[in-house]
């Protein structure tokens, strides 16, 4: 299955087209996008991590483990707009961003890289465009996972590492990146409600993406409140989510969309509008991160 998605990458992007005959090693249909970089992001984002466009159409991200409490408001050439404090917790991991229809921001706190911790949190904030002065104070979700008992589990079991978030309903969808060694090539997801307080998660569904293959797994999530469409974000690509029933994304339809381009450690994704979204990396050798822009087809 890693000779025929090594295969899929290197085929012409014409050649995938519409044709849903081409299929992923999980066994869905596939097509290339292209990423066309927008720009580089300023020094003070080295490891952009998590992504969100506001209603207002602002790009805000944040930086991944042990760097800064901070939010920053970028534009879609990366320029470095406007630095927000969450004054009242820490940058232990933070992982990705989700908003919800009245505009507020969760700051999912839940990367999880050696499978061991026990302070796994969600940060609520108002809508980041509405906040005066440079500092906010967030409300705090408390969670772990019924699922887990040790810390950290036997390296095959480990898979409590969540990098992508959506909201939908009233509740936050959490999707984890697979650690596991030998890859197990799932994703779990999790629902939590969207209120502050201390919860306890069952995983609520599971998807195979692919067992082969370390740059399929789950850097980051977004939804369109206008279409439905959920996308989960890889390092190879992105995984499509429509027409399916409530909050059972993974039991709806899924396309599997293969970069044309390698763009590095990729972490964050956010829609601009149904057909339009925006990437972040992480900086790479030379250190340099980026912004992308992709077109769903």
């Known amino acids: ?21 081409i299929k992923s090693p999980a066994g869905y249909p596939v097509e290339s996008i292209i990423p066309v970089t927008k720009g580089e992001l300023p020094s003070v984002i080295p490891e952009s991590s998590g992504l969100i466009v506001t209603q207002s159409g602002n790009i805000w991200t944040h930086n991944d483990s ?3 409490n901070e939010l920053f408001q970028i534009d879609s050439n990366g320029n470095l707009l406007r630095t927000l404090i969450v004054s009242n917790v820490r940058n232990i991991d ?38 005066e002065g440079d500092e906010i104070t967030a409300l705090v979700i408390n969670i772990s996972y019924e699922d887990q008992k040790e810390f950290p589990p036997l390296k095959e079991r480990r898979n409590f590492c969540v990098e992508g978030v959506v909201w939908s309903n009233d ?13 197990t090539g799932y994703t779990k997801m999790y629902a939590v409600p969207d ?13 195979f993406i692919d067992e082969n293959e370390r740059h399929m797994r789950v850097t980051g999530a977004d939804i369109n409140f206008k279409t439905g469409e959920m996308v ?7 995984l499509s989510f429509t027409n399916y029933p409530k909050g059972r994304f993974f039991e709806g339809d899924i396309k599997q969309y293969v970069f044309t381009n390698d763009i590095g450690q990729s972490e964050g ?17 030379d250190g340099f991160a980026y912004i992308f822009k992709v077109k769903l087809p």
């Not at 209120?195 to 998807?207: F, V």
């Not at 994704?269 to 050798?285: M, P, Q, V």
């Open 195 to 207: 209120k502050p307080s201390e919860y306890t998660l069952a995983p609520i569904d599971s998807l």
């Open 1 to 21: 299955m890693k000779l025929l998605f090594l295969f899929l990458l290197t085929l012409p992007p014409l050649m995938f087209g519409c044709d849903n005959s």
């Open 232 to 238: 989960l974000l890889t390092r190879s690509g992105i």
């Open 269 to 285: 994704i956010a829609f601009y509008d149904s057909k339009t979204l925006y990437i972040t990396s992480e900086e790479d050798d």
């Open 94 to 131: 933070w992982e990705d961003l989700a908003a919800d229809r009245d505009g507020n921001i969760y700051i999912c706190d839940t990367g999880n890289n050696d499978n061991d911790r026990r302070d796994l949190a969600i940060y609520r904030i108002p809508d980041p465009d509405t906040v």
């Open 171 to 183: 509740s936050l969808y959490l999707f984890t990146k697979d650690r596991s060694e030998p890859l």
């Open 66 to 68: 042990g760097n800064s």
